[in-house]
């Protein structure tokens, strides 16, 4: 059974800096898509990050993060880090990871479809303030 557990979230001013990490078990296969996704009250959930796995990492950033966020794996430690720098009271959400495995993997990370991912963590909250 995979499990995927997400840690690091926080309160912090605007313009600081916070690290998010997940960890994602039960699974073998080499082939993953690992991704970041948020949700603020009263807006939908969307997609933040993701990294996809095989020999190399591949990434993708939503518009609003690029160049503040970085994603990235530790696959001896079955882990996926969201370094967030920057960070701006928009910024503020349940911070969401997600995972999938298998041959599939990199047509989900190319489109970032959040029904294509099979495995989801409880959340970490992100507050920025101003």
């Known amino acids: 059974q995979v499990q995927v557990v997400e840690s690091g979230g926080g309160s912090v001013q605007a313009g600081g800096s916070l690290r998010l990490s997940c960890v994602v078990s039960?699974?073998?296969?080499?082939?993953?898509?690992m991704g970041w996704f948020r949700q603020a009250p009263g807006k939908e959930r969307e997609g933040v990050a993701r990294i996809y796995s095989r020999l190399t990492s591949t990434t993708y950033y939503a518009d609003s993060v690029k160049g503040r966020f970085t994603i990235s794996r530790d696959n001896a430690k079955n882990t996926v880090y969201l370094q967030m720098n920057v960070l701006e009271p928009e910024d503020s959400a349940m911070y969401y990871c997600?995972?999938?495995?298998?041959?599939?993997?990199?047509?989900?990370?190319?489109?970032?479809?959040?029904?294509?991912?099979?495995?989801w963590g409880q959340g970490t909250q992100v507050t920025v303030s101003s």
């Open positions: 997600a995972a999938t495995v298998g041959r599939y993997s990199l047509s989900t990370c190319a489109t970032g479809m959040m029904g294509d991912f099979d495995y």
């Open positions: 039960g699974y073998t296969d080499s082939t993953s898509c």
